[in-house]
């Protein structure tokens, strides 16, 4: 069973700009929960989807986005690039019994 | 805010000896998970312990759950060094009606030659 996907796995970025980054679930799964780790704030939750719908959103401003497909692919999408958006950006799928599996994390810089 | 945090932030101990790390949470829970995280790499989840468990163990690791301290540790026995990484705990509180878990800030555990 292949694990969870994660691209790009790094990525620099101007502020301003706007990114968007994937994930691919483990086969199955149809949980996918989004975080950003920073040195300062550690693990932070973004949001989570389940069936293609938000189930849950962290406390992020609306610049930070995401989206879930029918193929439990999902994606989250950040504009307006700031140099605080730089950061380790973890996916996560779960299944219903055990605990979450994260892939590698796409590691953004803003500059 | 965070709802897991872990004790010592950061530990370093020689190779072959025994490295216990603490958390400590706020809400009731229905599990407390551990996991580890190499450098800048994602995290590998190590162990769930539910919160009618008092103790689990996997390998090297035993973990124990006090939920009237509201507290759990983790004790690595015999630490190699690949063990250096660093740990952290998460809990699934009793009240989410979703899939979210709460991080602590980690323990960093460096393992010396």
């Known amino acids: 069973k292949a694990g969870v996907t994660q691209t790009p796995r790094y990525l620099i970025k101007t502020r301003g700009q706007q990114v968007t980054l994937s994930c691919s679930p483990i086969s199955g799964h149809r949980s996918v929960s989004w975080y950003q780790q920073t040195p300062g704030q550690g693990l932070q939750f973004l949001f989570e989807y389940f069936s293609e719908t938000q189930r849950n959103k962290g406390n992020f401003p609306g610049r930070f986005s995401g989206r879930q497909f029918s193929n439990s692919r999902s994606e989250m999408n950040v504009s307006t690039l700031e140099l605080g958006d730089s950061a380790l950006y973890l996916c996560?799928?779960?299944?219903?019994?055990?605990?979450?599996?994260f892939g590698s994390g796409t590691r953004l810089t803003v500059v | 805010s965070q709802q897991g945090e872990e004790d010592p932030q950061a530990l370093s101990i020689q190779e072959g000896e025994n490295a216990t790390m603490n958390c400590s949470y706020k809400t009731s829970i229905n599990n407390l998970q551990w996991y580890r995280q190499n450098s800048g790499r994602g995290l590998v989840h190590l162990i769930l312990?539910?919160?009618?468990?008092r103790e689990k163990h996997s390998g090297r690791l035993r973990v124990t759950l006090d939920t009237s301290k509201k507290s759990s540790s983790l004790l690595i026995t015999a630490s190699r060094a690949a063990d250096t990484a660093s740990y952290f705990c998460a809990t699934d509180a009793i009240m989410n009606r979703d899939d979210k878990i709460i991080f602590g800030k980690g323990t960093r555990l460096h393992i010396l030659p």
């Open positions: 996560a799928s779960r299944s219903p019994r055990n605990g979450y599996t």
């Open positions: 312990i539910r919160s009618n468990e």
